[in-house]
């Protein structure tokens, strides 16, 4: 809708923080740009950014709009879902908050499928750190949340809950890899790769350290999941992983899995509680919990 390409650009900038990166993104002139909003400025009688040398910045009576701008678009996306949806097809842009256990296989080969089934969905991705996937709901930055051990729970409708089992990872010759099972004090004989906190999986970790009075020291920490996995190989080196980022094809990358007795933390998706759901993002969440239930129960 055209009326709503203003509240677009004001988003952008905001999220940019840049009024040329913004203007690169929406493909126009950071001059036309600026007078855009110079001229919703001028009709409001207040200024809504704080222009400062390294960029713009909302004030207090843009953060104000910027909340009435992200609540108009998340209604003309449900609007539009709710048409397509009357005349038999499946339109719409669904935004995703989600942290890096999920990003590995999981949603990767559902959006793949759903697009395939429906071409005029597409699909906004944005990884966050623990308890930030579950803040976007709130502004309508984000649509849906899968994540792993959320913090702010309670603002969300949860449409699937249920528990992760644990794996530890090592190269495939290593002593613990002819193991059936592990517990957490097997391991701290060897170099550990550990996540950074406030990740979900470090969190469970500590947790089952806790409990039988360790404390777990990181030879590497890192928020790359795919780094800390690469670096067991050919290594004493242990890294951990979910079930639900669990490479299927480890023997390849000549690694070995071991389920790890620790407290199975929970991954949750959900929604904003209390709002309705474009119809596109609705169906699509239907889909995440229907796959979560049939690979996990």
């Known amino acids: 809708m055209r009326h709503l390409q203003v509240l677009k650009f004001i988003e952008k900038i905001a999220r940019t923080g840049s009024l040329r990166s913004a203007a690169e993104e929406l493909g126009i002139t950071p001059s036309a740009l600026n007078r855009r909003i110079l001229g919703v400025e001028a009709e409001l009688g207040v200024e809504i950014f704080e222009r400062h040398p390294a960029g713009l910045r909302p004030n207090i009576a843009g953060e104000i709009l910027l909340k009435y701008i992200r609540d108009q678009l998340a209604d003309m996306e449900r609007v539009k879902s ?4 009357l ?4 339109a719409g842009h669904i935004n995703i908050a989600t942290t890096r256990e999920m990003a590995a296989f999981f949603l990767p080969n559902l959006i793949k499928a759903h697009v395939a089934e429906f071409p005029a969905v597409s699909f906004g991705v944005n990884l966050y750190e623990r308890g930030e ?5 709130l502004d309508h930055t984000s649509d849906i949340a899968i994540v792993f051990e959320p913090l702010r ?5 949860t449409v699937y809950t249920g528990a992760q089992q644990m794996y530890c990872v090592m190269a ?7 193991r059936d099972k592990l517990r957490i004090y097997d391991c701290t004989d060897y170099p550990l790769l550990l996540p950074k906190r406030p990740e979900g999986i470090r969190l469970a970790l500590d947790t089952a350290a806790d409990k039988v009075g360790l404390t777990l020291e990181a030879a590497v920490e890192s928020n790359s999941l795919d780094l800390l996995r690469l670096m067991s190989q050919d290594s004493q080196a242990l890294s951990f992983c979910l079930a639900i980022n669990l490479r299927p094809n480890l023997q390849q990358d000549r690694l070995a899995a071991v389920p790890l007795e620790a407290p199975s933390g ?3 998706a959900g929604y904003q509680r209390g709002r309705t759901l474009p119809v596109a993002a609705a169906r699509f969440l239907e889909k995440v919990d229907k796959a979560l239930t049939l690979q996990f129960s």
């Not at 005349?87 to 499946?90: A, D, L």
């Not at 729970?153 to 409708?157: G, I, R, S, T």
């Not at 495939?172 to 002819?178: M, S, V």
């Open 82 to 85: 709710r048409i397509a949806d």
């Open 87 to 90: 005349s038999g097809m499946r």
């Open 133 to 137: 996937a579950e803040a976007s709901l």
């Open 153 to 157: 729970l309670k603002e969300m409708q």
């Open 172 to 178: 495939a010759d290593h002593p613990l890899a002819t």
């Open 266 to 268: 929970l991954l949750v």
